[in-house]
């Protein structure tokens, strides 16, 4: 599913009557779709949809706008709704959390706990909780609140957006585009017929083309449609008109690992790639550098676009895949373990999700398949075997792992790691075991494990002993000391 934008329709070129009945049409779009979703939050927090209603059974009955509550001797009536929650519903919750406090007081909390983990629902703040916050942070809506609100109710009532059907003669049966004559038809809830002239799609058009005629020529609409969902967004000035159209995958695309894969780490100012073969072993390594300090987004973008063509130009040449690692960017590549201040400061406007897009979408207009693997420990598993053994940089290391991880390969712990591990931790999986090598070993400076003896022994009882004479600082030394064998580790 791909959304493709139109060009920019300009408000002071349409008729005012236009303008008005869009952005009442947004108005009433936005406060149908919110009133509908926090219908659907509150049936989902309470249990109940729809209304309410007493049990047949239950003391407690509804007749009219009376409350009436029977008890053996006698029938209390309530005349209302507020009369009957706060003198007899209140009174009867607190009676009950109170007895159920007495006499399970730890179950009954630990329960609670469990249930609100699984049942809690997340609320929208619709119009940003940023902005709505801002009333109260931001200077000048302290001073001028009228404003504040204009813009409020702008972020909040500022998009429409009408799904297709299938059955419907061109995927939608509120709007009608014309391939032909690049016109926009459609109605807003006020009745004003609006016509958009002039409507394109700088990309995607081939696509939009495609999709409506194809739809209109299908005989059994209602077996064989597609729907066609469109979007309208205000932009202030202008407006955003949107396509939502499905886009069938490459057909031809190669997902082949008979040959080996190609393998990627992504990084502030390069990608690191390494090409394996069917057993895993590594062919050849190397590095796209590209420099993003003081770039607008407009340039990041065309420069991780670039990028993107040339690695998938070489993974068709190769005739591989490509496999990337998935990534949480606020944690593994933000904290930058192996940047510095600098790459930090990039990272910081470096739009890591603009490059895995990038290079999924000119892999898939290529037909090259694109993997995506768990990345934990990839890069300390490159620096701490691979990197020294290879002769290659810590990132092209990574990539080197992000590949066999693609191919299905297990990095276990060499032997003379394995000697050191506590008991607990030897008879647990391997990523736990990397856990805790890593771990021992992060205070360690990266240069220092060009100079280790990882394969020179098949058991030590010290991790210093990896390292020769010198490499470490009497700091790193002295932190290695700690770790003995397993014997010492409780």
Same mark, same amino acid.
Request: aromatic share 12%; proline share 3%; with cysteine.
């Given at each position: 599913?791909?959304?493709?934008?139109?060009?920019?329709?300009?408000?002071?070129?349409?008729?005012?009557?236009?303008?008005?009945?869009?952005?009442?049409?947004?108005?009433?779009?936005?406060?149908?779709? =919110?009133?509908?979703?926090?219908?659907?939050?509150?049936?989902?927090?309470?249990?109940?949809?729809?209304?309410?209603?007493?049990?047949?059974?239950?003391?407690?009955?509804?007749?009219?706008?009376?409350?009436?509550? =029977?008890?053996?001797?006698?029938?209390?009536?309530?005349?209302?709704?507020?009369?009957?929650?706060?003198?007899?519903?209140?009174?009867?919750?607190?009676?009950?959390?109170?007895?159920?406090?007495?006499?399970?007081?730890?179950?009954?909390?630990?329960?609670?706990?469990?249930?609100?983990?699984?049942?809690?629902?997340?609320?929208?703040?619709?119009?940003?909780?940023?902005?709505?916050?801002?009333?109260?942070?931001?200077?000048?809506?302290?001073?001028?609140?009228?404003?504040?609100?204009?813009?409020?109710?702008?972020?909040?009532?500022?998009?429409?957006?009408?799904?297709?059907?299938?059955?419907?003669?061109?995927?939608?049966?509120?709007?009608?585009?014309?391939?032909?004559?690049?016109?926009?038809?459609?109605?807003?809830?006020?009745?004003?017929?609006?016509?958009?002239?002039?409507?394109?799609?700088?990309?995607?058009?081939?696509?939009?083309?495609?999709?409506?005629?194809?739809?209109?020529?299908?005989?059994?609409?209602?077996?064989?449609?597609?729907?066609?969902? +469109?979007?309208?967004?205000?932009?202030?000035?202008?407006?955003?008109?949107?396509?939502?159209?499905?886009?069938?995958?490459?057909?031809?695309?190669? !997902?082949?690992?008979?040959?080996?894969?190609?393998?990627? !780490?992504?990084?502030?100012?390069?990608?690191? +790639?390494?090409?394996?073969?069917?057993?895993?072993?590594?062919?050849?390594?190397?590095?796209?550098?590209?420099?993003?300090?003081?770039?607008?987004?407009?340039?990041?973008?065309?420069?991780?676009?670039?990028?993107?063509?040339?690695?998938? !130009?070489?993974?068709?040449?190769?005739?591989?895949?490509?496999?990337?690692?998935?990534?949480?960017?606020?944690?593994?590549?933000?904290?930058?373990?192996?940047?510095?201040?600098?790459?930090?400061?990039?990272?910081?406007?470096?739009?890591?999700?603009?490059?895995?897009?990038?290079?999924?979408?000119?892999?898939?207009?290529?037909?090259?398949?694109?993997?995506?693997?768990?990345?934990?420990?990839?890069?300390?598993?490159?620096?701490?075997?691979?990197?020294?053994?290879?002769?290659?940089?810590?990132?092209?290391?990574?990539?080197?792992?992000?590949?066999?991880?693609?191919?299905?390969?297990?990095?276990?712990?060499?032997?003379?790691?394995?000697?050191?591990?506590?008991?607990?931790?030897?008879?647990? =999986?391997? +990523?736990? =075991?990397?856990? +805790?090598?890593?771990?021992?070993?992060?205070?360690?400076?990266?240069?220092?494990?060009?100079?280790?003896?990882?394969?020179?022994?098949?058991?030590?009882?010290?991790?210093?002993?990896?390292?020769?004479?010198?490499?470490?600082? !009497?700091?790193?030394?002295?932190?290695?000391?700690?770790?003995?064998?397993?014997?010492?580790?409780?």
């Amino acid at each position: 599913m791909k959304a493709y934008f139109s060009n920019r329709i300009y408000k002071d070129t349409l008729p005012e009557e236009y303008t008005n009945s869009i952005s009442h049409a947004h108005l009433l779009f936005s406060r149908a779709k =919110q009133f509908s979703f926090q219908t659907q939050v509150l049936e989902k927090r309470s249990g109940v949809n729809g209304s309410p209603k007493f049990n047949q059974t239950s003391r407690e009955q509804q007749f009219g706008y009376f409350f009436v509550v =029977q008890f053996k001797y006698r029938a209390d009536i309530y005349y209302h709704a507020y009369q009957f929650e706060h003198d007899y519903l209140n009174v009867q919750i607190a009676f009950f959390k109170s007895k159920l406090g007495r006499l399970e007081f730890r179950l009954d909390r630990l329960q609670k706990q469990l249930k609100s983990l699984k049942n809690s629902i997340n609320s929208v703040v619709f119009g940003t909780k940023k902005l709505f916050k801002a009333q109260h942070t931001k200077e000048n809506y302290q001073n001028d609140h009228e404003q504040w609100r204009k813009d409020w109710e702008r972020s909040r009532y500022n998009q429409i957006t009408i799904s297709g059907r299938k059955d419907a003669k061109v995927g939608n049966f509120v709007f009608c585009y014309t391939p032909e004559t690049r016109e926009l038809h459609f109605t807003p809830p006020n009745g004003t017929e609006i016509i958009i002239d002039n409507l394109v799609f700088p990309y995607g058009q081939e696509q939009i083309d495609h999709a409506i005629e194809t739809q209109m020529s299908c005989k059994n609409k209602k077996k064989y449609g597609n729907p066609i969902a +469109w979007s309208v967004e205000d932009h202030g000035d202008y407006y955003i008109f949107k396509c939502i159209v499905d886009v069938p995958g490459n057909p031809h695309k190669n !997902d082949s690992r008979a040959d080996g894969l190609l393998g990627l !780490d992504l990084n502030v100012d390069h990608i690191a +790639w390494s090409n394996i073969n069917t057993t895993g072993q590594l062919i050849k390594s190397g590095v796209f550098s590209f420099d993003l300090e003081g770039k607008t987004s407009e340039q990041i973008t065309k420069m991780i676009e670039n990028k993107a063509v040339v690695i998938v !130009d070489l993974a068709m040449k190769l005739n591989k895949p490509i496999a990337l690692e998935k990534l949480n960017t606020t944690q593994s590549k933000v904290s930058q373990p192996y940047g510095n201040r600098k790459a930090n400061k990039a990272m910081s406007h470096f739009a890591y999700n603009k490059m895995i897009s990038a290079i999924k979408n000119r892999a898939e207009k290529m037909g090259v398949a694109v993997f995506d693997v768990n990345s934990a420990y990839t890069s300390q598993i490159g620096k701490i075997k691979y990197m020294k053994r290879m002769g290659i940089s810590i990132h092209q290391a990574a990539s080197y792992v992000i590949a066999r991880r693609a191919m299905g390969f297990k990095e276990t712990l060499p032997p003379v790691l394995h000697s050191l591990l506590p008991e607990k931790i030897a008879g647990l =999986q391997h +990523w736990a =075991q990397w856990k +805790w090598i890593s771990s021992c070993l992060s205070d360690v400076r990266k240069h220092a494990f060009y100079r280790k003896e990882l394969f020179a022994y098949d058991k030590i009882d010290s991790m210093n002993q990896l390292f020769p004479q010198g490499a470490l600082s !009497d700091f790193e030394a002295k932190g290695l000391l700690k770790v003995k064998s397993r014997k010492h580790i409780a």
